[in-house]
């Protein structure tokens, strides 16, 4: 397993180039915890061949979605994520699924901020919670699709959180 500690400092300081609002210390255990239950920090693909890649399993069509349909109208943010992921800005301007497959799975910096802006979307407070987290994580992040459970998540979570 990789360290928490400083797992998290880092995936603050990713969050921090994005702005102070989206750098609280809830939102970086939220990250965590969502990664840690997602992968395990062990897996950069879905297992059986699936579409989630990176230890976020972020979805690239869900990536494509922020990229597309949020950050298209939003100019300054697509800087401020240019920055915090070191991607260039041209792979925000033209969107292709087979790039950012390719980003997301390779690029720490990139499942972060993608993972951060998929929970920013979400038309709910961000709870403060262990408990709080596995509810938004399974509602905003996982889905009533997915199979995830808000018990396994605290399960799996609370070992190292």
Known sequence: MIDIKQTKDLVKRILTKLGSKYNS??????????????SRFKYFRQMNNGPARGFAQLEIDSVLDVINN??????AMIDRCVHATMIPKSFFDKADKQDWDYLIETNFAAQVVFARLCYWRAPQKMPSTMS???????????????SGEESEFIEQVSKYL
């Open 70 to 75: 949020w950050l298209k109208y939003r100019p």
């Open 25 to 38: 210390d809830d939102a970086v255990n939220l990250i965590v915890g969502t990664m840690i239950i997602e």
């Open 132 to 146: 709080g987290w596995s509810k938004y994580w399974k509602k905003w992040y996982n889905t009533e699709l997915g």
